[in-house]
C-alpha cells in the first residue's frame, strides 16, 4: 500500500497564482518530503518537514503538517512557467523505507 | 560533488532479451533504491538496499527481475527475458542514512527503457 497520495492529481493554474497540493498517508512518520519531477526524469528534493514541525517555508515554497489529520499541503506562492512539474509526497514510516504516491501534475500557464 | 549516475541513459531491446542497468549511487550514501515510472504514473518502488542488511525485494514485480550492489556501491538490475510491460524509466536514487534519522534521496537522470 502506498504511504503518502497527493490530491488533485492535475492542477491547472495561470501565472502569478498560488498552486496547492495535498498528501495523505497512514501510518506514523518519521518526517515527510516533498519532490519535484520535470519530463520524466529524476526526482528534486523540495523539502522535509518533521513529524514535530507543523510549517516550513523555503523560497516560494510553505509546507504543513497536520500529524493528526495524517495530512500535509504544498503551497507554491507566485507560481512561474518552470514550476510547471509532477509533484510527488513521501512519508517514511518509522523504521521503514518509503514508497511515493502518484503525484500532482502541476502546469503553469503564461 | 558527482551525483547518482546511471547508464545507458537509454535502452532499446527486443521482447526476450535480457537487460543490465547500472547505477552509480553518491559516494557514502549507504542506501539505494530502485524506483521503475511508467509513462505519465508514480513511481513503482522495486527494491531497496541497505548496508550490509539483506535488501528489501518486496517492490519487483516477478522473478526475472533481480538486484545486487557490490560492495556497498553500484547497483545493477537485471530484467530477463524482458517483455514489453518492462518499457519504463527506472529511477535509482541514494541516500544517507544515519540512525534513525531520515534524509532526502538523491536521484539519478533515469534510465529509459523501451521494449521492442
Not at chain 1, 519532490?35 to 523555503?58: A, F, M, P, T, W
Not at chain 1, 507554491?76 to 509532477?86: G, V
Not at chain 2, 527506472?90 to 534519522?101: D, K, P, Q, T, V
Request: charged share 20%; aromatic share 8%; glycine share 10%.
Amino acid at each position: 500500500s502506498q504511504q503518502g497520495e497527493e490530491d488533485p492529481q492535475a492542477l491547472s493554474i495561470q501565472e502569478g497564482e498560488n498552486a496547492t497540493m495535498n498528501c495523505s498517508y497512514k501510518t506514523s512518520i518519521n518526517n515527510l518530503q516533498w519532490y519535484r519531477q520535470n519530463s520524466g526524469r529524476g526526482l528534486v528534493h523540495l523539502i522535509l518537514i518533521r513529524s514535530n514541525e507543523r510549517e516550513k517555508h523555503s523560497g516560494r515554497l510553505r509546507v504543513t503538517l497536520d500529524t493528526s489529520k495524517k495530512s500535509s499541503s504544498l503551497l507554491i506562492t507566485a507560481s512561474r512557467a518552470a514550476d510547471t512539474a509532477s509533484y510527488f509526497c513521501a512519508a517514511p514510516p518509522y523504521g521503514q523505507n518509503f514508497v511515493f504516491g502518484p503525484g500532482t501534475r502541476l502546469s503553469v500557464l503564461p | 560533488g558527482a551525483g547518482v549516475s546511471q547508464s545507458p541513459s537509454n535502452k532499446v531491446t527486443e521482447k526476450g532479451k535480457d537487460v543490465e542497468l547500472r547505477c552509480d549511487p553518491i559516494s557514502g550514501h549507504t542506501a539505494l533504491y530502485w524506483y521503475r515510472q511508467s509513462l505519465g504514473q508514480g513511481l513503482e518502488f522495486l527494491i531497496y538496499f541497505q548496508g550490509n542488511s539483506a535488501p528489501d525485494k518486496s517492490g519487483l514485480p516477478s522473478d526475472r527481475f533481480s538486484a545486487e550492489r557490490t560492495g556497498g556501491s553500484v547497483s545493477t538490475l537485471t530484467i530477463q527475458r524482458t517483455q514489453q510491460e518492462d518499457s519504463a524509466v527506472y529511477l535509482c536514487a541514494s541516500r544517507l542514512n544515519r540512525g534513525h534519522s531520515s534524509y532526502e534521496q538523491y536521484f539519478g537522470p533515469g534510465t529509459r527503457l523501451t521494449v521492442t
